[in-house]
């Protein structure tokens, strides 16, 4: 079933996904600290009066980010070992960020474990001009597990899901993937949010034929 979200963006689900769980909206799908937070800052303080006594609930930049783009929580507990989400995965390597603290070792064993794509049952059709860039979650901040931005050329095909309905030369197309790493041991619980998608109009955009590395 797909999901028309409004004129320059529709949700396609892979037919071999029918119940996977739906992109939403981030505005409808906030962590329990935001939801909690308290406006007023003496909350949590007392004594203070600083910064006209607001927490980060009245910060315009936070509250301006927690509109923005849309994202898959997880449906099932997401970790470095078997997992059972609606997702397909593939390990990847550390030393492919060598010199970044992913690729960390202590008494030469590495403190993250592989990263790995995540590859959700969804790609975005959207108009022409339009992309999709995939980022953190912008609401969340963990120590132990981090998504990294992309932000990929249309009408890739798709190596994990497969659709039956060819992609219209007359749209741009982008696969719903990610690569998220995690500490080792490390279990991100369903329900979590770990990414976020953000459409971006620009309208000189062309998308490059598809060059395999080295590109």
């Known amino acids: 079933m797909d999901i028309v979200v409004n004129d320059y963006l529709t949700w396609e689900r892979a037919e071999q996904a029918d119940s996977a769980p739906e992109p939403v909206p981030c505005a409808t799908h906030f962590p329990e600290w935001w939801k909690n937070l308290r406006g007023d800052l003496r909350h949590y303080l007392p004594e203070s009066g600083d910064h006209r006594n607001h927490t980060a609930r009245l910060c315009h930049g936070l509250r301006g980010i927690s509109q923005l783009g849309y994202t898959i929580p997880l449906d099932s507990t997401l970790h470095s070992g078997i997992t059972q989400g609606a997702w397909r995965y593939s390990p990847l390597l550390q030393e492919m960020l060598h010199g970044t603290p992913w690729a960390e070792k202590v008494n030469d064993t590495y403190v993250w474990a592989r990263p790995r794509i995540l590859a ?96």
């Open 120 to 215: 959700w049952p969804w790609r975005a059709k959207m108009a022409p001009g339009w992309r999709l860039l995939m980022n953190d979650y912008a609401l969340d901040w963990h120590a132990d597990f981090h998504c990294f931005t992309g932000y990929v050329e249309a009408n890739h095909g798709s190596g994990f899901w497969g659709w039956s309905t060819p992609m219209d030369p007359a749209f741009n197309y982008y696969n719903v993937e990610t690569v998220v790493i995690t500490k080792n041991q490390t279990q991100i619980p369903a329900g979590s949010a770990v990414f976020s998608m953000v459409p971006i109009y620009d309208p000189d955009y062309v998308p490059k034929p598809y060059a395999p590395y080295p590109f």
